[in-house]
C-alpha cells in the first residue's frame, strides 16, 4: 500500500464532470479527480525557480477546490465520484489527475471505480510506479525528472522543454505520441500565433510519430 499524502487516506483537491480537452480522448466526458500534492513541485511560487517541474499553470494544493475533501475510504471516494456522473449508465469515465495521482492512487481505489462502471484513466509525470489496473496512461513527462514507466497507452510532451526534448523519450512504447505546446495561454496571444505552437507544428511535420496537441478546453475557454 502506498503512503498517502496528508496522513490521511485520499486528498482530493476538486472534482468536477467537464469534458477531456486534450489527447487521444479529446471530447469524452469525464469526471476529473484532481488529487492534491506533487513530487516535482512543490504548488507555493516561491520554490517555482528550484523546483523539477516550473511551468505548471494549475492548482493542487490543499482540498479545498470544488468537490474536494479528504476521503478515508476508497468506497467513500468511489461514491463521491460517482455521486457527480450525471446519469447511471454506461460510458462513466474518471480521470485522475493532479498534481501526480500516482502518489496516492492505488488498486483498491481503481477497483472500487470499476464497480461503479467507470474505466478509470490517469494522467501521470511517469517518476511513481503505478497500479497495474488502470485502464488508460496518458505520460506526461517533465524536465530533468526520471521516468519510470516503459508502455502507456499515450505520451503527451510539453514542448519545447530543455531538458526534455522528445528524442529522450523514443524508448517509451506508446500507442500514440502528441506535444503539447507550451503556451502562456494568458489570453495575450493566440494559440496559432505563438512560438511553441509553431516550433511543434514544425517538428511533426518532420518527426510524423508525433502528433500536435491542443487545448480545446482552453480555446473554447470551458473547466
Ligand atoms: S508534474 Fe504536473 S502537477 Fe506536478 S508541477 Fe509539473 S505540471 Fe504541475
Redesign the pocket.
Known amino acids: 500500500m502506498k503512503e498517502k499524502f496528508l496522513g490521511t487516506m485520499y486528498s482530493i483537491k476538486e472534482t468536477f464532470y467537464s469534458l477531456q480537452g486534450e489527447g487521444a480522448h479529446t471530447g469524452r466526458p469525464a469526471i476529473f479527480l484532481r488529487f492534491a500534492g506533487?513530487n516535482?513541485?512543490s504548488?507555493r511560487e516561491q520554490d517555482r525557480e528550484s523546483?523539477i517541474?516550473r511551468?505548471?499553470d494549475?492548482d493542487?494544493v490543499g482540498v479545498d477546490g470544488q468537490n474536494g475533501g479528504k476521503f478515508s475510504t476508497a468506497t467513500e471516494l468511489a461514491e463521491h465520484v460517482n455521486n457527480l456522473w450525471p446519469i447511471d449508465t454506461c460510458f462513466k469515465y474518471v480521470i485522475c489527475t493532479?498534481?501526480?495521482p500516482g502518489l496516492q492512487l492505488d488498486e483498491e481505489l481503481i477497483e472500487k471505480l470499476k464497480q461503479k462502471g467507470f474505466e478509470v484513466a490517469i494522467e501521470t509525470?511517469g517518476t511513481v510506479q503505478l497500479p497495474s489496473n488502470i485502464d488508460w496512461i496518458c505520460l506526461?513527462p517533465?524536465g530533468s525528472s526520471e521516468v519510470l514507466l516503459s508502455k502507456v497507452n499515450e505520451l503527451k510532451l510539453v514542448f519545447p522543454q530543455d531538458d526534455a526534448p522528445p528524442e529522450r523519450f523514443k524508448d517509451i512504447q506508446a500507442d500514440v505520441r502528441y506535444l503539447s505546446p507550451k503556451n502562456p495561454f494568458d489570453g495575450s496571444i493566440s494559440i496559432n500565433q505563438s512560438e511553441a505552437t509553431q516550433a511543434a507544428i514544425t517538428y511533426c511535420l518532420k518527426n510524423p510519430q508525433w502528433r500536435l496537441c491542443l487545448q480545446t478546453h482552453k480555446i473554447l475557454n470551458i473547466d
Request: hydrophobic fraction near 30%; aromatic fraction near 18%.
Open positions: 506533487c516535482l513541485w504548488g523546483a517541474c511551468f505548471c494549475t493542487f493532479g498534481g501526480e509525470n506526461s517533465k
